[in-house]
């Protein structure tokens, strides 16, 4: 890069100085994505779908359970009722004549009936269990397909919302990419490593005779020290070690 194509800079830190700022919004940037409004109204909608689905799992298994209930009374009462038609065409086909083993067939038809009365009241029961959940299954159908479309309108503002801070990130982060090469390599790996371990500044200018990045108030030995400094050399605060810029 010539010096045609950009005014030279004030000192050889401007450069990282302009990298620091672009840091501190895409730090702010990157905070605003993971605390979007939209996103914890994204999560809530989300949140109250799975509840709608657990107590549709809850009732469709209750629901479940009852029927095998009732399939099993259904095919007891069938298998008795098959039995009793047997007896009966035993009473009354006239292949039994003894008045005492037709006696026992009435009373075995007669038992089997009360068996079979019992399991229909039984089966009943069941039927009469089986509506309140059938009723409360229809209405979770019709709150769960609210909360989905509730979900899906949410799902489409936070991606919006996303979408627009990605470009401001991108434009920022483009930004800081053009500047990088115009800072020492050693100077920004420095800058990195102390910007990692000091809340995302690792460098600051002096301000007055505050250090810019902890707002601590410098000796005045020191900024005097400080403003003597050749264009080139490399100075860090007394109170925090981020790099200063005076």
């Known amino acids: 890069m010539t010096s045609s194509d950009n005014p030279p800079a004030a000192s050889p830190f401007e450069a990282l100085l302009a990298v620091q700022a672009h840091d501190t919004r895409l730090d702010q940037i990157s905070h605003q994505l993971a605390g979007l409004p ?122 919006a919302a996303e979408a627009e801070l990605a470009v401001a990130r991108d434009a920022e982060q483009a930004a800081r990419d053009a500047l990088v090469p115009e800072v020492d390599p050693t100077l920004l790996a420095e800058y990195q490593s102390l910007r990692a371990g000091r809340g995302g500044v690792g460098v600051a200018r002096l301000v007055g005779s505050q250090c810019g990045g902890c707002h601590l108030g410098l000796s005045a030995m020191e900024v005097a020290r400080i403003r003597k400094l050749g264009p080139g050399e490399i100075t860090h605060c007394e109170e925090c070690g981020r790099l200063l810029v005076p």
Request: charged share 40%; net charge negative.
């Open 38 to 159: 939209a996103r914890q109204a994204r999560d809530q909608a989300a949140a109250a779908l799975r509840a709608i689905d657990d107590e549709v799992e809850a009732a469709t298994a209750e629901r479940s359970d009852l029927a095998r209930q009732q399939k099993r009374l259904e095919d007891e009462i069938e298998t008795i009722g098959a039995k009793r038609a047997h007896e009966e065409a035993a009473l009354y086909g006239g292949s039994v004549t003894n008045a005492r083993a037709l006696q026992d067939l009435q009373e075995e038809i007669d038992s089997l009936q009360r068996r079979i009365s019992g399991l229909e009241d039984q089966e009943l029961e069941i039927m009469e269990q089986i509506e309140p959940v059938d009723a409360r299954l229809g209405d979770l159908s019709r709150r769960r397909a609210e909360a989905a479309d509730v979900l899906d309108a949410a799902e489409m503002e936070l991606t």
